[in-house]
């Protein structure tokens, strides 16, 4: 507090917790782009890999989900896999993230505080 201030909030201390609040992000999503999430399909026949940055990094398909004469089957496999490895990455951003977040409503001296 500022001598005087009269429950002024003390600025110094919420630009240090701001700081340490970026650094925690920043190594939470640096901890996130080096994990990776699988995906699957058809129990299985399709999978797909993403990093936790959400980069798409491999597509497995089973020989058995190849079909020449219905390759329809093995398309949606392939986006529904994908899909499914998005919706991980998401979850495990949340995971991730969610405690840092957690810290920002109750930031003194701030909107919504």
């Known amino acids: 507090m500022f001598p005087g201030g009269g429950g002024q909030p003390d ?3 919420i630009l240090a917790q701001a700081q340490q609040m970026q ?3 920043a190594a939470a999503q640096e901890q996130l782009a080096n994990e990776q999430v699988t995906g699957s399909a058809g129990g299985g026949l399709v999978t797909a890999t993403m990093s936790g940055s959400g980069e798409l990094t491999a597509v497995t398909i089973a020989p058995s989900a190849v079909d020449p004469d219905d390759v329809e089957t093995l398309q949606d496999l392939v986006v529904a896999a994908v899909r499914d490895a998005a919706r991980q990455v998401d979850q495990l951003t949340a995971d ?4 840092l977040a957690g810290g920002l409503p109750g930031m003194p001296g701030l909107p919504g505080a």
């Open 11 to 13: 600025l110094q201390a």
């Open 23 to 25: 650094q925690a992000l």
């Open 96 to 99: 991730r993230m969610s405690p």
